[in-house]
């Protein structure tokens, strides 16, 4: 059974009356612990897919399930990693990674060995007591990513992560990433438009058509890996 899977899943928007169609019959099956990179042309529907497989967004044709059953809303066990970080600009790099234990009544312990965890996991040591702003753009998205799997997520949702770092931050991010993955058993779904990144990031690419986007095309790519 498969942690995650969309079945003709669609989605259509109304905006001021209007309908916008952004997503048709999109099938997808996705096993636990693999890395799917999904591809396709801007405007083909990635973000929304995500948004759908996170809860955020409810299909409005098909069926979006998590181990089998409906997912109806957003949840812990789904995380969703932003372009733009997302961090909350008015709690430092603890604080943040260890939002998600602390809003769920986790005790002071259990907050406190959940954090040194994690933020040992991305390297950000030395960065604890450090407000967000303070930060480069590789180290918050270190710290976004260390406050999802710090909130016990089992699939990890990047929406284009990586997309506003420079190319050597980026790279380095990359492999990190590959790195945790390799060592959690993570699942993770990546939206991309780079095919190079694609290729260096998943077990399998799957290639989204433009327009109202379907998905038509999956590669299988096996990398070997370090
Ligand atoms: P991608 O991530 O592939 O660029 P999106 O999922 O962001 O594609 O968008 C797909 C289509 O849906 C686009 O035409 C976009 O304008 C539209 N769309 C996305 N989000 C919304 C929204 N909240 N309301 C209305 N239309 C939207
Ligand atoms: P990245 O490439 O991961 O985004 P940078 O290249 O910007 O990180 O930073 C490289 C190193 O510079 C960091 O590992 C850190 O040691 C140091 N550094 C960056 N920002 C700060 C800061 N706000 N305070 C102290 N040291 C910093």
């Known amino acids: 059974i498969p942690i995650l899977e969309m079945k003709n899943a669609g989605k259509t928007y109304s905006q001021n009356g ?3 169609e952004a997503l048709r019959g999109a099938s997808l099956r996705v096993k636990k612990s693999e890395f799917v990179c999904l ?3 801007s405007g083909c529907g990635k973000s929304t897919l995500l948004r759908m497989a996170a809860g955020f967004e409810a299909a409005t044709q098909g069926d979006v399930l998590m181990w089998g059953m409906p997912i109806t ?12 970080y997302g961090l909350f600009p008015w709690l430092n790099v603890r604080d943040n990674i260890g939002f998600g234990p602390k809003s769920r009544g986790r005790t002071r312990a259990e907050i406190r060995e959940t954090t040194d965890r994690f933020i040992e996991l991305v ?3 030395n960065f604890a007591d450090i407000y967000p702003h303070q930060l480069s753009g590789g180290m ?3 710290v976004a990513i260390a406050r999802v799997l710090a909130n016990d997520a089992e699939i990890v949702l990047m929406d284009e992560p990586f997309g506003a770092l420079d190319a050597m931050t980026r790279e380095r991010l990359q492999d990190e990433l590959v790195e945790i993955w390799s060592r959690t058993g993570l699942t993770v779904i990546f939206v991309t ?6 290729i260096f990031l998943a077990d399998r690419v ?8 379907r998905i038509d095309n999956e590669y299988s790519i096996d990398l070997p890996r370090p």
């Open 193 to 198: 438009h780079s095919i190079e990144e694609a």
């Open 39 to 41: 591809i396709g042309a």
């Open 206 to 213: 799957v290639v989204m058509s433009p327009g109202p986007g």
């Open 18 to 20: 209007r309908a916008i």
């Open 123 to 125: 390297g950000l040591q």
């Open 73 to 84: 809303g957003p949840g812990p066990s789904r995380g969703m990693v932003f372009q733009d």
């Open 140 to 142: 918050k998205q270190r």
